[in-house]
């Protein structure tokens, strides 16, 4: 097994993600920063947050394919979200609980952050993540 997810005894729960991951491994696979654009470069639900995380966690999931892995090698997301406040982790986690089964997401999630900003490069740009996984 190349990646290893689990939670010590003792870090808090409950959160639906794995606070550690360990990777072994000699290809590393760095996604970068994905955010809800098709093919075409055509804006995914500009004012949906639930929907631009479903959209750039399939962005992710086409980016690791091109490199021969799965969310299943992952040992890392980030999440950076625009105007973060305590109620938009129901519209982020909405986004990610829409995907789980398409994308085969395990569950509970590799180690992930979610960190506010200001805003991203472009005004409609609510999310961007990045992801890192580790390949035999």
């Known amino acids: 097994m190349t990646v290893q997810l ?11 993600y794995h606070h550690v ?8 696979v760095h996604v970068a920063g994905q955010i809800a ?8 639900a500009p004012d ?7 959209q750039v966690l399939r962005n992710t999931a086409r980016g690791l394919a091109g490199a ?17 406040d305590p109620e938009t982790i129901d519209d982020f986690m ?9 994308l085969a997401l395990p569950q509970p999630l590799p180690p992930i952050s979610a960190i506010g900003v200001d805003h991203l490069f ?3 740009v609510l999310v961007e993540v990045e992801a890192y ?4």
């Open 37 to 44: 654009r098709d093919a075409e470069a055509n804006h995914i």
């Open 68 to 84: 021969g892995a799965t969310f299943s090698d992952v040992v890392r997301l980030r999440f950076f979200v625009t105007h973060w």
């Open 122 to 124: 472009e005004p409609d």
């Open 48 to 54: 949906d947050l639930a929907g631009q995380v479903a």
């Open 21 to 28: 991951s360990i990777g072994t491994g000699s290809r590393h």
């Open 133 to 136: 996984a580790i390949l035999d």
């Open 6 to 16: 689990l939670t010590p005894e003792g870090m808090f729960q409950p959160v639906p």
């Open 94 to 102: 909405a986004g990610i609980a829409s995907v789980t089964e398409e």
